[in-house]
T-cell receptor, first 114, second 113 residues
Framework: KAGVTQTPRYLIKTRGQQVTLSCSPISGHRSVSWYQQTPGQGLQFLFEYFSETQRNKGNFPGRFSGRQFSNSRSEMNVSTLELGDSALYLC?????????????FGEGSRLTVL | DQQVKQNSPSLSVQEGRISILNCDYTNSMFDYFLWYKKYPAEGPTFLISISSIKDKNEDGRFTVFLNKSAKHLSLHIVPSQPGDSAVYFCAAKGGTSYDKVIFGPGTSLSVIP
């Protein structure tokens, strides 16, 4: 079955702009999580959506937001971009019913803020 | 406050030898521990996991050891192969499906032919 698809793969924005990233999970998966990866920081948890509801939220400012649609596709939005938002944004899906933590990641969206 | 720590940013190992990647955690409520592998320009992929009721889990060349009293786990790769060169992330989560997965900063493994 098809994996997790993230679009766009690469994008360049300038400070102050906003950006929307999209994630299509594996068919049948109802949980979508978003992570920010920067050098030396590993994967920082942004938020998780399950059946259109935000189930968990990380320690990011309110400029970072997300949503999930009825077909489980998810979007995340970053407003008023700052240079420090340059990172790889990873989306991961899971079935949602198991506690073990196995996530299936997309290839990520590489955001560069100039 | 980083709940999952990987104190070695990088590791180099000769092909055929053992690779040992270490991970420490601070939250005693974690119930599941996982290792993910990431190649450049790809998303992380799940490698192996262990629940807190076990102290060892093995899958082929990969073995994870858990020492709950020390809040420490390690991933052993035997024998190491050049294709194992990647960034390895340690991760942990609580015992319900609602708990988020928390990742460490990663260790970059280079296996030298």
């Amino acid at each position: 079955k098809a994996g997790v698809t993230q679009t766009p793969r690469y994008l360049i924005k300038t400070r102050g702009q906003q950006v929307t990233l999209s994630c299509s999970p594996i068919s049948g998966h109802r949980s979508v999580s978003w992570y920010q990866q920067t050098p030396g920081q590993g994967l920082q948890f942004l938020f998780e959506y399950f059946s259109e509801t935000q189930r968990n939220k990380g320690n990011f400012p309110g400029r970072f937001s997300g949503r999930q649609f009825s077909n489980s596709r998810s979007e995340m939005n970053v407003s008023t971009l700052e240079l420090g938002d340059s990172a790889l944004y990873l989306c991961a899906s899971a079935g949602g019913g198991t506690p073990t933590g196995e996530l299936f990641f997309g290839e990520g969206s590489r955001l560069t803020v100039l | 406050d980083q709940q999952v720590k990987q104190n070695s940013p990088s590791l180099s190992v000769q092909e055929g030898r053992i690779s040992i990647l270490n991970c420490d955690y601070t939250n005693s409520m974690f119930d599941y521990f996982l290792w993910y592998k990431k190649y450049p320009a790809e998303g992380p992929t799940f490698l192996i996991s262990i629940s807190s009721i076990k102290d060892k889990n093995e899958d082929g060349r990969f073995t994870v050891f858990l020492n709950k009293s020390a809040k420490h786990l390690s991933l052993h790769i035997v024998p190491s192969q050049p294709g194992d060169s990647a960034v390895y992330f340690c991760a942990a989560k609580g015992g319900t499906s609602y708990d988020k997965v928390i990742f460490g900063p990663g260790t970059s493994l280079s296996v030298i032919p």
